[in-house]
């Protein structure tokens, strides 16, 4: 999903491992090289603590990476079912509307969805096994459930514009749904530092007068 390969993601783990690894010893070069001599324990702490965090960020990166990519592709799938589905009702052939409609874009995602339904004519399936094999391979939820919704739709263009327009109206409404649930936990995110800033600021102007009392009181 995010067009990396699994050689090319061990690559990164280690690299970052490596940096991580030399970190320890260049703090303590340059504080010596800046006049301060540094206990072992510290260059040894950045290590012990920066390699662990160094092999953990890239498989994090990669996952909220995936995530993001998912979310944009179900975006471009829901614009591809509508394009479809006017494909359909203009006369065109099931097949020849799903190919159209994925040629009407020129993101990332349709082009997936080009090279997924030109393999599948190659190949010799169907356009819905094609898209449901896309679906398995990104891992994305929607597309594989609308290659199933599809191929039991059959053939006929007025069954498929109808499943379509659904299907497109249904990953809309969900990426709605999501949205609303991350801007809330978003919110809900903000609040905490929003607090601790006013009661931070309450401490700063109680601190004067709390103190000027204890003076007086002693």
Known sequence: IVGRTPEQH???VVSYALFALLGGPWISVMARLGGNELP??????????GVPLA?????TSLRQEAAERRRAFAHALSSWCDVVVMNLAAGRGVEQAMETAASAGD???????????????VRGDTPWEALAELGRDLGIVELDELANTVSLAGEEGASVRD???AKGQTIRQRIIAETEELAAAT??????PGVLLVLGFLIFLGYPAVTSMLQIGG
């Open 187 to 192: 919110t809900e995110r903000m609040s905490l």
């Open 163 to 165: 499943t379509v327009s």
């Open 55 to 59: 092999v953990v960020l890239p498989f």
């Open 40 to 49: 072992p324990i510290v260059p040894g702490m950045a290590v012990l603590i």
């Open 10 to 12: 061990a690559a990164r």
């Open 107 to 121: 993101g990332w995602a349709f082009a997936l969805l080009r090279g997924a339904l030109r393999g599948g004519y």
